[in-house]
């Protein structure tokens, strides 16, 4: 979750929606995700609304570890309350951080059932953590699939010691890969590898042996993401001050090329900018309630939920949000209602990045007139377009940024 949140409106103390926002709850799918804020340590490139146990000594109990399942279980009984009496079953979890794993495996089953026994879970529910190679083993693993989890995703990063220094992670090298094994052999039916390119003092080789790795280690999925250096973090600062250089654009056009031939070689295609799945069925199905404006619930701190057409936000650290729950209050901090004009921008610049692309009804004549341009250009590919789609092709995906501005408008 990142670590900054708009201002919006104030919620209101029960959490209550709109009734124009309760209206078709069941009828949209309905995802959960659960924040879980704590790190061992902090890695310089992130900022995530994330805390280490020092960062939050002076917290107390309230924040800890220790009681954290128990305050994220009570904003899922508010949301049962807030979402009112109708059957809407959950059809997809997931458990993001921070590093989720760093909880017993009891907890984030606790936080798993509060949801089923809230509101059920649809047949075939997705459900995921993200994890740390270094904070799971397989008997914490077994615990995990045995209490209902069936997806895994690792944070991977790199193989390169090198390059897993610069961005102050501390797994050992190798490990994310036997992690795959042991979540395999525990039965875990999805499993993800999460990996990063551009990072300063990378090469394209060490970005190839980093596929390489990966894709040895038999995922059904892998994210790969551009590394973005963010104000205010650790890395932002050196680059601040010359210890290392920013990594090039075209350094990063050239790392995502590889990536795509890779990964397609390997049987692998893609469905959104940076994410590819060997199946259909190893897509990530909970991102891409996301991406096409289902509803989801996020709890805990920071987290962001969107309940038709209205979205908000809790309060950012983890004792505030604990201190709402215990006095009987809602812990979002603000919210908006979106504009017919707020959905449309944001189906555009979110269904853009997936393989299908956005209904071409959806754009403005000054966009429509932009998306010939960009069909011309070769950024747009021909049969999708002929069928009222606008769908990128491989060099759109490198563009997809520039090209969405231009689309909304």
Excluded at 50 to 79: F, I, K
Excluded at 224 to 234: C, H, K, M, N
Excluded at 342 to 352: A, S
Excluded at 356 to 384: M, S, T
Aim: with cysteine; glycine share 10%.
């Amino acid at each position: 979750m990142p670590s900054t949140l708009p201002d919006g409106e104030p919620v209101p103390s029960d959490g209550s929606l709109p009734q124009s926002a309760l209206a078709g709850v069941g009828e949209r799918p309905l995802g959960f995700y659960a924040h879980v804020p704590y790190c061992a340590t902090r890695c310089g490139y992130c900022d995530f609304n994330t805390y280490t146990a020092t960062e939050l000594h002076s917290s107390g109990a309230v924040a800890s570890q220790e009681s954290y399942a128990r305050n994220l279980v009570s904003e899922v009984r508010l949301a049962r309350k807030v979402l009112g009496a109708a059957d809407a079953p959950v059809s997809t979890v997931f458990v993001g951080g921070g590093t989720p794993t760093l909880l017993p495996a009891a907890d984030l089953v606790a936080m798993l059932a509060a949801i089923r026994e809230e509101f059920g879970l649809a047949d075939g529910a997705e459900v995921t953590t993200e994890a740390n190679p270094e904070s799971v083993d397989p008997g914490y693993l077994a615990e995990l699939r045995e209490g209902g989890f069936n997806r895994i995703s690792f944070g991977m990063q790199s193989a390169r010691p090198h390059v897993l220094r610069l961005l102050d992670r501390h797994h050992t090298p190798g490990r994310p890969e036997a992690c795959v094994a042991e979540a395999r052999a525990a039965g875990f039916e999805h499993v993800n590898l999460d990996l990063i390119y551009g990072t300063p003092g990378e090469t394209d080789d060490d970005w190839r042996a980093s596929l390489d790795a990966a894709l040895s280690a038999g995922p059904d999925h892998i994210s790969a993401y551009s590394l973005i250096v963010e104000e205010g973090t650790r890395l932002a600062a050196r680059i601040r001050r010359g210890e290392i250089p920013m990594t090039d654009d075209d350094v990063h056009a050239d790392r995502y090329l590889i990536a795509e031939e890779a990964l397609t070689a390997a049987g692998f295609s893609w469905y959104e900018v940076s994410n590819w799945a060997s199946s259909e069925a190893g897509r990530c199905h909970h991102n891409e309630l996301y991406w096409t404006g289902a509803d989801w619930w996020g709890a805990g701190p920071g987290a962001h939920s969107h309940i038709g057409g209205v979205r908000w936000w809790n309060a950012k650290h983890p004792a505030a949000y604990a201190q709402a729950l215990a006095e009987g209050r809602s812990p979002g901090q603000g919210r908006e209602v979106l504009t017919a004009e707020d959905r449309r921008v944001e189906r555009i610049l979110l269904e853009l990045r997936l393989v299908d692309g956005c209904p071409l009804d959806l754009l403005a004549p000054a966009g429509r007139r932009a998306a010939e341009q960009a069909l011309a250009d070769g950024l747009l590919r021909p049969e999708p377009y002929a069928e009222g789609r606008a769908a990128l092709t491989l060099r759109g995906r490198l563009l997809a940024d520039a090209l969405v501005r231009d689309l909304v408008d």
